[in-house]
């Protein structure tokens, strides 16, 4: 599977985002999907996951309410929905896939896009 993300740049506290993550690959729905991010000097943190087959989602505690996954598997996507940003929301953001359900951790997600930049700005 490979993934691209997209969607990222600059907007002002407040405002809302949309990322998108295209993947490529016949076996796009039998993986989990998750989003990630990573701020400088910081460990890549989950943010939520959706499932490839109910669609259930699970996210960071910190996460919910604001953020919200998606996915389409006819279109091969998986979308994260980010509203009300703030500054401390500015990181590198990723999408990635895994053979686990539920997954949660770096290492169980075997593929990654390239991620995409969200700034913040106050």
């Known amino acids: 599977v490979q993934l691209q993300a997209s969607g990222g740049g600059l907007v002002q506290a407040g405002d809302s985002l949309r990322l998108s993550c295209a993947a490529s690959?016949?076996?796009?729905?039998?993986?989990?999907m998750g989003w990630f991010r990573q701020a400088p000097g910081e460990a890549r943190e989950f943010i939520a996951g959706?499932?490839?087959?109910?669609?259930?989602?699970y996210y960071t505690d910190s996460m919910k309410g604001r953020f919200t996954i998606s996915r389409d598997n006819a279109k091969n996507t998986v979308c994260l929905q980010m509203n009300s940003l703030k500054p401390e929301d500015t990181a590198v953001y990723y999408c990635?896939?895994?053979?686990?359900?539920?997954?949660?951790?770096?290492?169980?997600?075997?593929?990654w896009g390239q991620g995409t930049q969200v700034t913040v700005s106050s």
């Open positions: 990635a896939a895994s053979s686990f359900s539920y997954a949660r951790l770096n290492n169980h997600y075997s593929y």
């Open positions: 690959g016949r076996t796009f729905s039998s993986y989990t």
């Open positions: 959706i499932s490839w087959s109910d669609y259930s989602t």
